[in-house]
């Protein structure tokens, strides 16, 4: 399991802490807001009050440690960048930011922030197609109420082929990648492909049915 | 084509506007703020100056011809519950409101809301599964820049099985659903089901895939 670092615990900053703390995770979370803090630290491991904006704050963290780092100060564009630009300075391994503007999202991409998020510009999207796509009220349930899990094979499957396991006619489950254990990722695997031991199934499917699977 | 109003041009309310008259919709705007509606009515059909709490103003929209109706308030919690009592008095069809918090989400659920929405924390557990799922730069990218798409049976699908197609092997496309012509939508199907004339395919895939199918 790895190490999480979530600097500003709002809306989005929260759910990302939680979520991935749920997914048995590190997570550490660091608001300059106390009550913020006070409020994250029911639902995650460590939970610290530190303007992130500050080098020394920052260096005391212990910056390197962690496999990745997502800052999601929102309004406040000048926190934003001044942190991603100290962060990615101390030698951090892999930063997301997620960003209030395009303008915003350009400029952290320029300052070497790995991977930009436009959560309410995605999600406007992502209801957009949703609404626009068939029987409203079917595929709204359906794209606000899947997820994508990882887990390992369950005994069960091991050796048999997608196709076999049908997991989409039977459970409403979509394999859409297979990793083993050496490493290797088959993306958008194909009906024949067989399961083998230690592998990982990332599949996407809706909440209920993960948890008839027991995947989530 | 459907009707939709969207009332609030913020991010979302504006990424939800626009991607929709992208998909070809009849879409109009509301801001209270004339200089969002500027913004705004470069990407849409028809963009209005209005205070959606405002009873008259909203009954001069004609609340009932729209088909879907958004209501993208952000951070003002009484204007957006005001105007979805407003909405649901004066008959509109379907309502999705986005809230601000799990208490702000209740209040509209119990007012009628048909589908709150969740914008930063859906996008969090999103973040949070792709971060803590396999490669994480592949999934990032897979999860972040794909999209669900509807499109019409093309004439070379129809009279072949899914698992003839292997859609997903060939191309890496999910068909999640499909639905007849009669309007029965069969959501998971298995490998064995045919495509039939007139069917709508609904599939998921990263957007690069969906641009080569011309699907998107
Ligand atoms: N310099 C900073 N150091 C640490 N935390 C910060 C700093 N600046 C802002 N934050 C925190 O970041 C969090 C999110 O920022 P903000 O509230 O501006 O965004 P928001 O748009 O409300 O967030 P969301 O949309 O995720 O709810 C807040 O809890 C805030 O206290
Ligand atoms: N009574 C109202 N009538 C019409 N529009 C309104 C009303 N109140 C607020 N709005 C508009 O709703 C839009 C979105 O609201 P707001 O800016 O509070 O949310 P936000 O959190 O910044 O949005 P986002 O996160 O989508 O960017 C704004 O453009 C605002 O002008």
Redesign the interface.
Known sequence: S?Q?LVIGA????????T??YE?G?DVTVVDINPSRVQEISKSVAHALQADATSEAALSSLGVREFD?I?V?IGHDLQSSIMTCILLIEMGAR?V?ARA??EMHGKVLSKIGVN?V????????????????????????E???SS????VTAPAEMVGRSL?EL?L??R????V??L?SKDGK?N?????EDIIKEGD?I?A?GDNKALKKMGWV
């Open positions: 790895k999480y709002g809306r989005f900053g929260s759910s990302v802490a979520t991935l997914l995770h990745v997502v999601a892999f997301v209030h503007t991977r998020v436009f959560p309410e510009k995605d999600m406007g999207q992502k209801l957009a197609h949703s609404l626009s796509a068939f029987n409203i009220v079917d595929l709204i359906l794209s606000s997820n994508v899990v990882e196709q049908n989409r006619a459970f409403g489950i979509n859409i990648a990793r990722t993306i958008s695997p194909g009906g990982l990332i996407v």
